[in-house]
């Protein structure tokens, strides 16, 4: 299997999980040092980026019942997938989806892999980009009306100054480990807009603001196409498997026992998390919720606007944790097996590069929903479900871990199947 499998095959499966993801000849050349809130941290925000405004959409299109049912077994095959992706990576001693590949499968799905993560994560960081430059010119125009008569209140110069002053200083990074910082000030901003979604709520049951709490009733269910509607929207809301292993791989005295903490208090933060912002979202406006909860906000709650820019900051933030990713894949792809370890000037070349590409598209485009729709459904799903659970699958032999596996590869198919067919009929305009 790998030239350190004679050594693993001779332990139990108990014994396997504390074995380092890296063998001793490699991990002395990657700093390590994370400690394990760091690890949560960076982990929680990877997961929690834009998508999380359109969880009350998703609720609405699918019923509250079955939105929140669905997004209970995303959450569950989320987590079993972090896990498959670290078991596997302790397996071979790898701590990327290329060499993973590579050392289960053979020559030729390492680079199917790597350009999966490639892709979905160029996607992801140009979204990224588009929103930050939107919100950015929302944010001033509450504040100043003819913003947008201004050179200043441009889509194009507000992104340059977030580009400048956040992304790129922020991208230069070599280390996962060094944004700590900024996801936890990212996870205090989704607090903000959380407890912003939760008071406009219990204004809107009061009647003082508002809301469609009195026109429209709560659907629990719907049935037909219009469930299949919300898989897509649902089915990469837990999505940082792209970055699971660089974090883990910075962390002092790894082990899979040791890092399982991190994934629980993850998964478990981000279901809170969603909950919170998706059932007062629905709630509050039920039938008239839109694909991103914030828009429907009247201008004149200021906390609305506030929130706006704290999903800004999230966004910021998030976006250097994203490309740090693919900044590790490129580098892999172009001959680097231990990226971690290429020399600085090569992540910061390819960190501007990635940034031009991003900010150049959110310059001049202004929706790129149905790009998105197409990565997350052929690239996302599989990288979060699909390839995580045939890894596990090659690697373990007993039939209860490979009818997991089975299962989660399942809900990625499912997933994957139905979000293309969205996306398609999304070019054709056969639906929103």
Not at 144 to 158: I, K, L
Not at 195 to 217: H, K, N, Q, R
Not at 372 to 387: D, M, Q
Request: aromatic share 12%; glycine share 6%; with cysteine.
């Amino acid at each position: 299997m790998s030239e350190h499998s004679f050594d693993v095959e001779k332990l139990s499966q108990d014994e396997r999980d504390d074995v380092p993801l890296l063998p001793p000849s490699t991990t002395k050349e990657v700093p390590v040092g994370t400690t394990t809130p760091a690890a949560i941290f960076n982990l929680t925000n990877t997961v929690i980026g834009a998508g999380v405004l359109t969880l009350p959409y998703a609720m609405k299109v699918a019923g509250l019942g079955i939105g929140l049912l669905l997004l209970v077994i995303i959450a569950l095959a989320s987590f079993a997938a972090f896990h498959f992706l670290v078991a596997a990576g302790n397996e071979v001693g790898e701590s990327s989806y290329k060499m993973i590949a590579k050392k289960l499968w053979g020559k030729g799905w390492d680079y199917v892999c790597e350009i999966f993560v490639a892709l979905y994560t160029l996607g992801t960081c140009c979204s990224y980009t588009i929103i930050l430059s939107d919100y950015a010119n929302l944010v001033i125009g509450a504040f100043d009306e003819h913003a947008a008569e201004q050179w200043y209140g441009s889509r194009q110069f507000c992104l340059a100054i977030i580009a400048i002053l956040i992304l790129f200083p922020l991208s230069m990074l070599q280390r996962i480990d060094f944004l700590k910082y900024t996801s936890f000030a990212s996870l205090v901003c989704v607090i903000f807009v959380i407890v912003v979604v939760l008071v406009y709520w219990l204004m809107a049951m009061a009647g003082s603001v508002e809301s469609s709490i009195s026109t429209e009733p709560v659907v629990w269910a719907k049935g037909g196409i219009d469930v299949f509607l919300a898989a897509p929207l649902l089915g990469v809301s837990y999505t940082a498997h792209y970055n699971v292993l660089n974090i883990y791989n910075e962390m002092s005295n790894r082990s899979h026992k040791k890092f399982s903490p991190v994934i629980s208090s993850s998964v478990i933060i981000v279901s809170i998390t969603y909950l919170l912002m998706s059932i007062p979202g629905y709630l509050t406006w039920r039938d008239d919720t839109p694909s991103n909860i914030l828009d429907i906000y009247p201008n004149s709650f200021i906390p609305a606007t506030l929130a706006r820019l704290a999903l800004a900051i999230t966004i910021s933030f998030s976006y250097p944790l994203v490309q740090f990713a693919l900044k590790l894949v490129i580098l892999r792809i172009v001959g680097f097996n231990n990226a971690s370890s290429a020399k600085r000037p090569y992540h910061i070349m390819i960190s501007i590069f990635v940034l031009i590409i991003a900010v150049t598209l959110a310059m001049f485009v202004d929706d790129i929903s149905i790009v998105t729709s197409f990565s997350g459904s052929l690239f996302g799903t599989n990288i979060v479900f699909t390839i995580p659970a045939l890894f596990f699958f090659t690697i373990r032999k007993d039939t209860k871990s490979r009818v997991i596996a089975v299962i989660v590869a399942v809900v990625g198919v499912f997933f994957c199947v139905v979000g293309f067919w969205n996306a398609i009929r999304k070019a054709m305009g056969l639906s929103d």
